[in-house]
């Protein structure tokens, strides 16, 4: 049998194993990350488990309002007692068949004594204490669903957020890669122009410095991508040497809604379009009813008005109906007949005459935390408002940055062209080679980053009624913004030109750069 077992199990287990070890076939897109998401998390079935908790205290909540019947058999085995021989016929004088002939059968004494009894109690009247159960426990579990839906919500939106990180610090490896083979390319035209005694030593030794300065570059980009790349395993449940390849290369020049998002996400992107996008935000109407934060904060005011009620409730009478049923037997052997009965009916009322202000205190205590519930809710709304104004404001800076960005790569390759012809027929200097390089590397850079910018306002914008207030409202941290390699010049510009932007996180605030990541 042990062998058996041990077969099945290593049946079993080995599947797994392999499936979970076995890279993941093709590219991975965002809906299928969510979906692998939402099957994995741990927060997820935490908040179904809590929903489950929630019926469970409903279903004990009711119970007050039916029957209650309880069944119990004892047996008590006498080894000594002080009844013992007292009613025997010789101890009394009596003579057999004489008046005192039966006192032998009294259950005084007895050796072995069966009892069976039946108790069964009925709420006749409770003063509400019941109802009032039952109304915090479907508050109860009414927090609990709200909070599901928000916890789904969050994780999606992490989720997106990863996937996207990741993406985002794929493209900036190439971007770095390419940019050292740029900078590699031009060190060896110029030391073949200096071996051919057309260029002087000093442009070799800024051509190989312009080159190992792009080596730091690329190592830091590529470990953001590793804690990328490790962050989206762990919100995968994948273990950390899983390979897996993103569908999403961030190189697409209309940045379209993903599908998940977009039903959600187009109607709301359709009344932002007016000429001033400030307005178009103040204007836009956010239901706060809809915000699970705000259902959540409804919901616990309703649970402490019903703890309340439950309070109250306890000064007042309570009626309940009882009758207990007992079979009782006193074999002179082991075995019952139960030839005797007791059977009781009775009604029972309490009232609660001195608690010491132990039920004042209740009171004021439970009145107290309504309070404070009620002004909670109104907080919560107003912050509700905020962080819905607030996302649609990220929304448009990220739509402005990524329109914003717009032909500004393609300028940029093309005046790195040309500036790379100008420099090999010798009319220009590495200078301006290098100054072109930079604004090429920067203009990508920031087209990237504002296509995961968009992307990631969009999923916030789509998600909003379920997620917490102020979720994703800052840049997510865990690794560090991309910053170009300046050329070695000191006139090199900072900022790059032909309408490009600061690599900066339009979901961060003023001054923050974008993290990888996540929290």
Known sequence: MRVFVTVVCVAVLLPLSAFAQAPLAGPLTLEQ????????????????????????????????????????????????????????????????????????????????????????????????????????????????????????????FDATQAYYNAALSDRLVAIAEATLGQATATLQQTEAAFQAGTQPEFEVLRARVSRDTQNPNLIRQRVNRDVALLRLKQLLDLPADAQIELADAMLDNVAAPPAVFASRVLPIESTITASDPVQAVLRTPVPQADRAPVKQAAATVSLREASLASVKAQRLPSVALTTNYGRVAYPNNFVPTFDRLNWTVGVTMQVPILTGGRQRGDEVVAAAEVEAALVQLRQVEELAALDARSALAELIAARAAWEATAGTVQQANRAYEIADVRYQAGVSTQLELSDSRVLLQQAEANRAQAGRDLQVARARVALLPDLPIGAGGTGQGGGQPFTPSPAPAPQTPSTPQNGGVQLRNAAAPAGGAQQFGGQ
Do not use: C, H, K, M
């Open 33 to 156: 990350v969510l979906e692998l998401a939402e099957a994995r998390s741990e927060t997820v079935a935490i908040a179904q488990a809590g929903i489950r908790r929630a019926e469970g205290e409903e279903i004990r909540a009711r119970s007050g309002l039916f029957p209650q019947l309880n069944v119990s058999v004892s047996y008590d085995r006498s080894l000594a007692s002080e009844f013992e021989g007292l009613f025997d016929d010789a101890s009394l004088g009596g003579t057999p068949g004489g008046d005192d002939a039966g006192l032998e059968e009294l259950p005084f004494g007895r050796a072995n004594t069966w009892r069976l009894n039946l108790a069964l109690s009925q709420n006749l009247f409770d003063s509400g204490r019941i109802r009032a159960q039952r109304q915090i426990a479907t508050a109860g579990r009414e927090t609990a669903l709200v909070g599901l839906t928000s916890s789904r919500a969050q994780l999606l």
